[in-house]
């Protein structure tokens, strides 16, 4: 009798032990594959949006007009359609990329105080294109100088909280990202986020 008694026992703890055994195995199943599928979510290649961005750098037929005062982008390029067909939907990716300090193929004159030519950036064409796609809210832009029939841009017309300047690029010698560039940018953010930017059509014919 005790001998039954001690090895029902020991079957039920090589019962116990095997059922343990397998709900590890499980576990480190599922850990495994979750480690996997964080690690493809990271890798997850770039958006459609993402890619229409780091096109502008390398495409054929992208130009404009750089000057002290705005960066104007000749809209009719492919490359810039491409960005005009997402609509509404282009606006956050724009401003996203405000700070972005990726240089565009297009060549300039103009030269800083120093007299180092100044380069084209994706953040100065970027914040152009988006100036052009959204409505010119007088939270935004100082509707004077945009009726006056000056040289400029309708960039050049933003208020100074959103303002993006060429010179902001190059405060010197070197490019990079200064705090008016980011002020600026995590302005148009909240603006966005909290529904105050209308998308509206640019006619450019």
């Given at each position: 009798m005790l001998l039954c008694h001690l090895?029902?026992?020991?079957?039920?703890?090589?019962?116990?032990?095997?059922?343990?055994?397998?709900?590890?195995f499980a576990a480190l199943v599922f850990l495994c594959a979750s480690v996997s599928f964080t690690q493809s979510k990271k890798s997850?290649?770039?958006?459609?949006?993402?890619k229409l961005i780091t096109a502008l750098i390398d495409a054929?037929?992208?130009?404009?007009?750089?000057?002290?005062?705005g960066m104007y982008i000749f809209v009719q390029a492919p490359a810039i359609q491409r960005i005009f067909r997402l609509k509404a939907k282009a606006i956050?990716?724009?401003?996203?990329?405000?700070?972005?300090?990726?240089?565009?193929?297009?060549?300039?004159?103009?030269?800083?105080?120093?007299?180092?030519?100044?380069e084209i950036t994706v953040g100065m064409a970027c914040f152009d294109l988006q100036t052009l796609m959204i409505r010119h809210d007088s939270r935004f832009f100082d509707k004077k100088c945009l009726e006056e029939e000056i040289e400029g841009t309708i960039g050049s017309c933003a208020r100074k909280k959103y303002l993006i300047e060429p010179f902001d690029f190059w405060p010197g010698e070197k490019l990079?990202?200064?705090?008016?560039?980011?002020?600026?940018?995590?302005?148009?953010?909240?603006?966005?986020?909290?529904?105050?930017i209308r998308?509206?059509?640019?006619?450019?014919?």
């Open positions: 090895s029902a026992k020991r079957g039920f703890a090589a019962y116990l032990f095997s059922v343990m055994l397998f709900c590890g997850k290649p770039k958006t459609n949006g993402e054929e037929g992208v130009s404009g007009v750089y000057g002290d005062d956050p990716l724009l401003i996203a990329h405000l700070d972005d300090k990726r240089l565009l193929r297009i060549g300039t004159n103009f030269t800083n105080e120093n007299g180092n030519r100044l990079r990202v200064t705090k008016r560039i980011l002020r600026a940018k995590r302005n148009w953010q909240t603006a966005y986020k909290k529904g105050r998308y509206t059509v640019y006619d450019w014919l």
